[in-house]
């Protein structure tokens, strides 16, 4: 009689692996990320021009799937989609021009996407902004146009996305909200503190939108991805004033990329259907609040 090794054994008996047995528990299969599953599906990149939104655009393009980048200027992304298509990337990203702090906008966008591509499969609320606006001192216009974007835009998005899930029967669909630290801890930082109070939203947001897919019987996923300092344009933005003010952010330490962030946005649409990622807090190590 032919005597068989163990791995032999395990082999005969369950197949082609790989699989994993843990302190004398049965082997299973072992749940390996894989973004194979979205090659040639639909993702909905919202403030894909720059920074981070650039960054997961290109990350979604070069692992195969069909990205629609949208903002209000487009020829960032126009630039982008051709650099993926001269390094022969196997995806393809579309500019689309939209204002997210109008619902027509926002509207009109889907409705292109469901024409001209049938619909949505992820749906990644990357978009934000932040204006010098403190709660004792600030103006209502700027505090209105971080509602508009950071929260109302997020939840326009979310719903649509949603429901283009819905009517093609797509049941493993993402949604992901790029947060922020923000959203987590108030700093000792007057002109953040509005912009930071849209942020604990998008938390909240989150988590109610979790429980509310649960509530519908759905395996769409929803996550919430919250970076500490990433190195971008942000600062500039927030202090178009005082570009000395808005450089210091980033000279102090080591700042995330947003490549790391794009990262984390792949790592969570690779782990498998059973697996949810309800937050990632990500900051740089040299990072004290």
Request: proline share 4%; charged share 20%; aromatic share 6%.
């Amino acid at each position: 009689m032919n005597s068989v090794g163990s791995q032999d054994t395990a082999g005969l008996l369950l197949g082609s692996g790989p699989w994993v047995g843990v302190g004398g528990c049965a082997a299973k299969e072992s749940s390996t990320p894989s973004m194979e599953r979205w090659r040639g599906r639909l993702a909905l990149v919202t403030g894909a021009s720059c920074g981070i939104g650039a960054a997961v655009a290109r990350a979604l393009v070069q692992r195969g799937l069909k990205v629609v980048g949208c903002a209000r200027t487009v020829s960032n992304i126009e630039k982008l989609a051709a650099e993926c298509q001269s390094a022969g990337y196997p995806g393809t990203l579309v500019p689309y021009k939209c204002d997210l702090s109008q619902e027509e906008d926002i509207l009109s966008m889907f409705s292109a996407v469901r024409t001209q591509h049938k619909g949505v499969d992820i749906c990644i609320n990357n978009a934000g902004l932040a204006r010098p606006e403190p709660l004792l001192s600030g103006h209502t216009s700027g505090w209105k146009d971080m509602l508009n974007v950071n929260v109302l835009a997020v939840s326009i998005c979310t719903r649509e996305a949603y429901q283009s899930m819905k009517e093609r029967s797509v049941d493993d669909g993402h949604i992901i909200n790029i947060n922020s630290m923000s959203g987590h801890r108030v700093v000792a930082q007057s002109d953040v503190h509005f912009y930071s109070a849209t942020k604990f939203a998008i938390t909240a947001l989150t988590e109610g939108l979790r429980q509310e897919l649960r509530e519908a019987n759905t395996h769409i996923r929803a996550t919430c991805i919250s970076p500490g300092v990433v190195e971008t344009g942000f600062a500039f933005k927030l202090h178009d004033n005082d570009p000395v003010k808005a450089a210091e952010t980033y000279e102090h330490i080591k700042c995330l990329k947003p490549e790391d962030v794009a990262e984390a946005v792949i790592f969570v649409l690779s782990t498998p259907p059973h697996v949810q990622i309800g937050d990632i807090q990500m900051w740089p190590t040299e990072q004290v609040t």
